[in-house]
């Protein structure tokens, strides 16, 4: 049985790529296709792997830096993708990849991250953080996305079998959709623990986000601000220079950082903050196994499974004050949290649970909603 995977666009290291990463493991022989990729990211993340590109990689790499500019021509060429010789398709999706043409007898097995947000929920978001002028952000809301949004349906309907990332992308892909999808959560990526380490004061909040307007990261730096706490954020992305232009000094931008270095800064901070509606939020599985509590909005993946004053806080408004709240509330309570507790919640996403779940799913090429 011949299995092949496609991805969206292999241009930067996220959840979603930690995905990717487990399912090749998975499937050692199986080739990558994808629309664009980063060659460092292939030589880093993806060593060793077949890694082929669709008909834009031929373009120059500084027009491939800047792909959202290629969005009209992505439909078109992800459906020039050939995987006709494959009996397996696994799509990792968030957009484009669940678009791609099997052949007439093999199983197309989509797993969801989230349908396209960019071009429903969030789609103010995504213009706002490609700082598009005005008559390119018209262009974009009154004729590309109604074009974009006819594909994304009719592609959904090359699906054979949908797999959700949580309860959330479930409800989202039976409305947008109307197709039913079973749930197998994210693996959780085991980073260097730090067994032996000695453990340090933790010292400061943490958030471990790409850096987008849909992500409210914005919000957090207003709280903190105001508290005059300490905040490190890791990670890049659009809104990395305007969130810099308004953070006070206690608040630390540390860009892209190595695996190791991630995990130190899980173990060492009081908690991690998560703003937004994540559809999952693997990095709040990140740092439960670290024994490091979560403050999180209370929607989306994060709410399926995280347990108020078990594994950390919630807040209810998306405002300065609702984050400072929790933000207090964290440091009145954080000496009841059971670290070693934390880390038990957090194995029970381990990679091991994923493959197994996924193993069965396409032993039985069995679907839920054809």
């Known amino acids: 049985m011949?299995?092949?995977?496609?991805?969206?666009?292999?241009?930067?290291?996220?959840?979603a790529e930690r995905v990717l990463q487990a399912l090749a493991s998975l499937f050692p022989d199986a080739p990558i296709y994808t629309l664009v990729y980063d060659e460092e990211i292939v030589r880093k993340h993806f060593?060793?792997?077949?890694v082929r590109g669709s008909f834009l990689q031929s373009l120059?790499?500084?027009?491939?830096?800047?792909?959202?500019?290629?969005?009209?021509?992505?439909?078109?060429?992800?459906?020039?993708?050939?995987?006709?010789?494959?009996?397996?398709?696994?799509?990792?999706?968030?957009?484009?990849?669940?678009?791609?043409?099997?052949?007439?007898?093999?199983?197309?097995?989509?797993?969801?991250?989230?349908?396209?947000?960019?071009?429903?929920?969030?789609?103010?978001?995504?213009?706002?953080?490609?700082?598009?002028?005005?008559?390119?952000?018209?262009?974009?809301?009154?004729?590309?996305?109604?074009?974009?949004?006819?594909?994304?349906?009719?592609?959904?309907?090359?699906v054979d079998v949908w797999v959700a990332n949580s309860a959330t992308t479930q409800r989202r892909i039976r409305t947008r959709y109307e197709k039913?999808?079973?749930?197998?959560?994210?693996?959780?990526t085991q980073l260097n623990d730090g067994e032996g380490r000695v453990e340090r004061p933790r010292e400061y909040f943490l958030i471990v986000s790409r850096l987008a307007a849909y992500k409210k990261i914005d919000v957090v730096i207003d709280a903190f601000t105001a508290l005059g706490l300490p905040l490190v954020i890791v990670g890049e992305g659009p809104e990395r220079k305007r969130l810099e232009?308004?953070?006070?000094p206690n608040i630390t931008f540390t860009g892209f950082v190595t695996d190791e270095k991630l995990a130190e800064h899980y173990r060492n901070a009081v908690a991690l903050i998560v703003a937004c509606e994540e559809d999952f939020g693997i990095s709040a599985i990140e740092a439960l196994s670290f024994g490091t509590t979560v403050l999180a909005y209370r929607k989306g993946g994060v709410a399926e499974w995280m347990e108020e004053g078990v594994t950390g806080e919630?807040?209810?408004?998306?405002?300065?004050?609702?984050?400072?709240?929790?933000v207090r509330r964290i440091l009145h309570t954080s000496a009841r949290y059971d670290r070693a507790r934390l880390r038990e919640i957090a194995h029970r996403f381990d990679e091991s649970e994923f493959r197994a779940a996924m193993l069965r799913l396409v032993s039985s090429r069995e679907g839920v909603d054809k």
């Not at 060593?47 to 077949?50: L, M, R, S």
């Not at 039913?180 to 959560?185: F, G």
């Not at 919630?314 to 929790?326: L, P």
């Open 180 to 188: 039913n999808a079973v749930v197998i959560y994210p693996p959780l």
């Open 245 to 248: 232009g308004v953070a006070r």
């Open 47 to 50: 060593p060793g792997k077949e």
């Open 314 to 326: 919630f807040f209810d408004t998306q405002t300065s004050a609702g984050v400072r709240d929790g």
């Open 60 to 158: 120059p790499a500084r027009v491939r830096a800047r792909h959202r500019l290629l969005l009209p021509l992505y439909p078109y060429a992800v459906g020039r993708l050939d995987v006709r010789d494959f009996d397996i398709v696994i799509s990792s999706s968030s957009a484009f990849a669940k678009g791609v043409k099997r052949g007439p007898h093999a199983m197309h097995i989509c797993y969801c991250h989230a349908p396209a947000r960019f071009l429903w929920e969030e789609q103010e978001h995504y213009l706002a953080d490609n700082h598009y002028g005005k008559f390119v952000r018209s262009l974009i809301r009154y004729a590309l996305t109604p074009l974009l949004r006819r594909w994304d349906i009719a592609s959904a309907r090359r």
């Open 2 to 15: 011949r299995v092949v995977l496609v991805h969206d666009f292999l241009t930067q290291f996220g959840g």
